[in-house]
Structures are given as structure tokens and as C-alpha cells.
């Protein structure tokens, strides 16, 4: 039997399943971090513990980790601090004050593991957010076993991962679907159907769409339960009401000024004018903060280095055309980033209008860090260069970034099409089905909850029994 650490993976799609496979005594489940407006589904369970949101309260913790290992913490620094650049309760406090956070985190987390004497710790996704990412990077450090349930590009599978590099390989997943499953058919073309990417998503997640503005009078009973669930999770940040209203105003009003500077400096940085015949390389760039970039991107979580990079390579005559996401906002898009980005010649920074599939098709390759525009790219027939991990990684196509990549090569490569439906099914071979976060529901087709707590059952019997006893 394995004693387990759970992050998250407390909503109600999964918690059971877990519960079930500890008090059955396939694992022992020796600490469970929860969130707080889950807490009463846990009164039963004695190692939950409500997941720490707030280090401003006089955090108590042991120095645990020796020098070593506190030399291996700082090797992590870079992937942890971009993990807190989304968490406003450390909102623009100075580098030595991260620092000591980090410090206190790692050390109580450490000191957890260790007197639980933790041998596994499974993540609800591939560790991101400043919580996740610092337990990650102690686990590691501590030599203990970690798997990640990541959701599919399909909405009712998931993969499992071991770390952060083994995104792409799922190197202990064999084919678990049925081997003489028919290669899936995939359409040659760039463009596909995503749900989080429609016009009408990207309104809601900007918070522009009609239906979020007036949600509150349109259900005035969901938008104040969330609120309240937000609360409750949140509210531990503040010293007081007023310490409250206060941060609150200031960062509103910060990033009302600071938005409408982002604007003003993006158009100023866009291109006048761009031609399809010059020779170029298309770099859409990611939304950040976001786990795609900040968890997965490794070094090249900061893009423009990947941009730096990418110039430094290519012929002299070729350039960069880099567009902004569409749901991106000034996160990370501050002055000096646009200072930065006017110090490359090869570079042009296009505007958002542009139509992003024309500049894929006349483009002589894409570049990506983990994106999905790569897999849009290669799916119809163009190469890309990534410099992150994805999940499409080792189909045909993909060239991961170095010194020595020839750009010309990249871009003569004929993709055989055929071969990428191969590599999708074999992807997709190794998926296990079931739904276990709730916000994947949003794009579920005829959910049946029986039977996803089914499918649920029988993909942790594989990690907990089978996965187990293989490695055992």
C-alpha cells in the first residue's frame, strides 16, 4: 500500500472515488489539501487539511531542508516565482519578500511529507498556481514520487503524468484503449473547433460578454454563491474589512491604468504593414500568466527569450511575426516587455485583427512554446519548433529548439499526414476516460454521472493497483 498525498482532487466528481480506494486500503491517503468551501464534505476525514491560501498570519514551520537541498530549491525559483505572479495576495511585493514565502512553504511542506512519511503525492493537474508548484518542487527534492491527472484535449479523458517533463510521453501509461482500435481520422487543416477559444468564450473569460456582465441579476443566487465560495476561500488573506476594501481599490484602480497602458503600448508596438511573401516564422504567444507557459515552458516561460532565441538562428533575411493571445491581458505585457521586444530587428509584433491561420499558412514554419497552435500547425501539414512540453511533442513535425536546429530544414520538412494520425491515436490510446474537475463539465457532451464515477473508479484502479503492483 502506497500513503499518499492529495492536492486538490476534493470536488465532488472525484473526492468519493479517492475515499473509496483509502477506506478499502489500496492506498492510505496521509494528508489531503482541500479547499476551504469543501470542508464540510470532509468531516469524516481527519488527514484533510484546508488548503493554505494565506503565509501573512504567522506561519509556523521547522528548518527542515538541509543545505543541499535548499540549493536544489533555489535551482526551482524561477518556475516557482512565475507561479506567483498570478496570485494577487503577493501582489508586487519585492523579490527578498517571495523569497521568504518560498522559503516558509517549502520547509512546512517538506516537514509534512516527511513526519507523514508521504511516498506518493497526486496533483489535480500538472502542478501550477504558488501552492501547487512549491509542493511539486519539494516532493522533488525529497526524492518522492508524483502523478498529475491531466485533462485531455477531448473533455472526458485524462492522462497521467509522472512530472512536468513527462508531459507528451505518459511513459506509465501503456495503450490503454483497445489495440485494434481504427487510426483516428483527423481533417488536414489548421483550424479547429475549441471550445475555450469561440468568440463568445473569449468575451466571457475577458469579462465582457453580456451574460457575465448581468449574471448577477440574471442569477442572483449562483453569482452570490460564488461569491461567497470565494470568500470563503480567499478571505484569510486580509487582516481586516478595511484591509480589505483597501487592497481591493488600489488593485482595481492599478489595473484599470495599467490596462489602458497595455493597449496604448500594443498599438504602438504593431507592425504598419506585413507582407506574405517576406520569408517568416509565426509566433502566436501564449496567454500568461497560464499553466502553459509557466509550468510547462521551462526556461521559455519568459517568450521573449524563445523570440531571442528563434532570431538568433534563423537566416537574416527571415523574420519573426509575433502575435498577441486574444484573451491576454497586461499580465506580463508591462513596459519593459515591449522595450525588450523593440530590440529585435527580425521582429514584428502583429496586430491582433490579423487573421491567425493565414499567418500559419503562409508562414514558413510556427514556433510555439507548448501551444495548441502547433498541433494546429502540424495537423495541417506545417512544421513547428516548440520549446516547451506538449502534448503532441513527438508526432511528426516537431522539431524541439536548439542551437543546432537547421531553420531550413524545419521549414522544407514534408509531414506526412497519414503519420499524424497514427501519432493522435497512439495519444489517444493511452487516455483514460472519466471527468474529475468540475470546470470541464462546461464542455461535456451527455454527462452521465454514474457513469463517469464508473470510469473514475476503474482509471484510479489502474494508478493505485495495477500502476502499484507493476512498480512494486
Known amino acids: 500500500m502506497r500513503r499518499f498525498v492529495i492536492v ?8 468519493d472515488v479517492l475515499k473509496e480506494f483509502h477506506k478499502n486500503g489500496t492506498i492510505e491517503i496521509v494528508k489531503w489539501y482541500i479547499a476551504e468551501e469543501n470542508r464540510t464534505a470532509f468531516s469524516d476525514f481527519p488527514s484533510a487539511e484546508v488548503f493554505i491560501t494565506s503565509w501573512r498570519r504567522g506561519l509556523s514551520y521547522t528548518p527542515t531542508l538541509t543545505e543541499t537541498e535548499e540549493r536544489r530549491l533555489f535551482a526551482e525559483l524561477d518556475y516557482i516565482l512565475a507561479n506567483f505572479a498570478r496570485d494577487t495576495e503577493f501582489y508586487r511585493i519585492p523579490y527578498y519578500e517571495y523569497k521568504h514565502v518560498v522559503h516558509m512553504m517549502a520547509n512546512y511542506f517538506a516537514d509534512v511529507m516527511r513526519r507523514v512519511r508521504a511516498e506518493a503525492i497526486l496533483f489535480q493537474d500538472l502542478p501550477h498556481g504558488p501552492v501547487d508548484s512549491v509542493i511539486y518542487a519539494a516532493a522533488r527534492i525529497l526524492g518522492i514520487r508524483t502523478y498529475a491527472l491531466v485533462p485531455s484535449e477531448q473533455t472526458d479523458f485524462f492522462h497521467i ?32 473547433k475549441l471550445a475555450y477559444m469561440t468568440e463568445e468564450r473569449i468575451r466571457e473569460d475577458l469579462g465582457k460578454s453580456a451574460k457575465q456582465k448581468f449574471r448577477l441579476f440574471m442569477h442572483p443566487r449562483t453569482w452570490f454563491a460564488e461569491r461567497w465560495a470565494m470568500l470563503k476561500r480567499h478571505g484569510d488573506k486580509y487582516d481586516s474589512v478595511a ?23 500594443a498599438r504602438r508596438a504593431e507592425a504598419s504593414n506585413i507582407s506574405w511573401s517576406e520569408k517568416y516564422v509565426y509566433f502566436p504567444l501564449h496567454l500568461q500568466p497560464e499553466m502553459t507557459t509557466d509550468t510547462l515552458g521551462g526556461c521559455y516561460r519568459d517568450q521573449l527569450l524563445a523570440v531571442e532565441q528563434l532570431a538568433r538562428i534563423l537566416p537574416k533575411d527571415w523574420l519573426i511575426y509575433v502575435k498577441e493571445n486574444p484573451k491576454q491581458l497586461f499580465w506580463m505585457r508591462e513596459k519593459y516587455f515591449f522595450k525588450r521586444l ?61 542551437d543546432e536546429l537547421d531553420a531550413e530544414a524545419v521549414a522544407d520538412y514534408s509531414i506526412e499526414h497519414c503519420a499524424v494520425e497514427q501519432a493522435f491515436s497512439a495519444y489517444r490510446g493511452k487516455a483514460l476516460k472519466g471527468i474529475f474537475r468540475s470546470d470541464c463539465l462546461r464542455d461535456a457532451k451527455d454527462f452521465d454521472a454514474g457513469e463517469n464515477h464508473k470510469n473514475m473508479l476503474q482509471a484510479m484502479e489502474f494508478l493505485f493497483v495495477k500502476l502499484n503492483g507493476a512498480n512494486s
Request: proline share 4%; net charge positive; glycine share 6%.
Open 243 to 265: 484591509d480589505f476594501i483597501e487592497r481591493r481599490i488600489v488593485l482595481g484602480i492599478s489595473r484599470y491604468f495599467r490596462t489602458k497602458e497595455y493597449h496604448r503600448a
Open 8 to 15: 486538490e482532487l476534493d470536488a465532488d466528481l472525484i473526492r
Open 161 to 192: 503524468c509522472t512530472s512536468i517533463e513527462d508531459y507528451g510521453i505518459f511513459e506509465i501509461c501503456p495503450r490503454l484503449q483497445e489495440k485494434e482500435q481504427s487510426v483516428i481520422h483527423v481533417e488536414k487543416a489548421y483550424q479547429k
Open 342 to 402: 523593440s530590440c529585435l530587428p527580425q521582429v514584428r509584433y502583429i496586430s491582433r485583427s490579423v487573421d491567425t491561420y493565414q499567418l500559419m499558412k503562409h508562414s514558413q514554419f510556427v514556433a510555439t512554446i507548448s501551444g495548441t497552435a502547433g498541433w494546429e500547425a502540424i495537423s495541417g501539414g506545417k512544421p513547428v519548433v516548440v520549446f516547451g512540453q506538449c502534448w503532441y511533442k513527438n508526432f511528426p513535425g516537431v522539431f524541439p529548439f536548439s
